[in-house]
């Protein structure tokens, strides 16, 4: 599948630039000149990867980033700031934000795909390594804790490791919301852990400590 990255900067002449180089790599490309758009489109574009400017009118690319951060479909979405701001206090701003990835105008071209692949591969190691450690934990429950779970609670923790919302837990398993959040609770009092981000790292733990056994 094409990895799909937003382009965000209000001079459309670097725009059609940037993506007339990323297109050839196999990436689709979606581009606008003001952040307002992207912030409305991001459900609609689906972006795997956000490369932004900073200075820009209305919302700049600091704003930008902090409501991207802000919202939990989009908080983990990777963020290139690409501007002619250089300076390192504006750089350690760019990082606490929480972007990835930060590269100066003007900027080589090969350096910027480097960038975007070396991001896509660090995801992409991730996700293995998590799905990997689910998996060991669906094959094997040897902690008492997680051996006392009910069929449809150790279903529950396995969506909520993988990161999926009470929504979507209720779609998947064609149950209610409210039934959902009943089973939470029930797993992070049976857990003794205080939330979903908590009961995770245990659900976690206990996959690699069932691998450092083995």
Not at 119 to 127: A, D, G, N, Y
Request: aromatic share 8%; proline share 4%; net charge positive.
């Amino acid at each position: 599948m094409k990895k799909i990255i937003l382009l965000i900067d209000d001079d459309i002449d670097l725009l059609n630039s940037m993506a007339s180089y990323l297109i050839p790599e196999g990436f689709t490309i979606h581009i606008t000149t003001n952040a307002c758009n992207a912030l409305e489109n991001l459900t609609i574009i689906r972006p795997n990867l956000i490369i932004t400017d900073i200075m820009m009118p209305n919302i700049d690319g600091y704003e930008l980033i902090k409501r991207i951060r802000s919202k939990k479909n989009w908080y983990q979405t990777p963020v290139i700031f690409l501007t002619a701001k250089g300076m390192t206090q504006d750089r350690i701003l760019g990082y606490n934000l929480g972007c990835n990835a930060y590269l100066a105008k003007p900027f080589y071209p090969e350096e910027l795909i480097a960038i975007i692949n070396n991001i896509f591969k660090q995801l992409e190691s991730h996700k293995q390594n998590i799905n990997h450690n689910i998996q060991k934990i669906q094959n094997k429950k040897q902690d008492p804790i997680f051996n006392s779970l009910t069929p449809t609670e150790y279903k529950v923790l396995i969506l909520v490791s993988k990161g999926y919302t009470n929504k979507e837990i209720a779609n998947k398993l064609k149950s209610s919301i409210r039934n959902i959040e009943k089973y939470v609770s029930r797993l992070l009092n049976k857990t003794k852990t205080r939330n979903r981000t908590e009961l995770t790292k245990l659900t976690l733990l206990n996959s690699l400590n069932k691998l450092k056994g083995e």
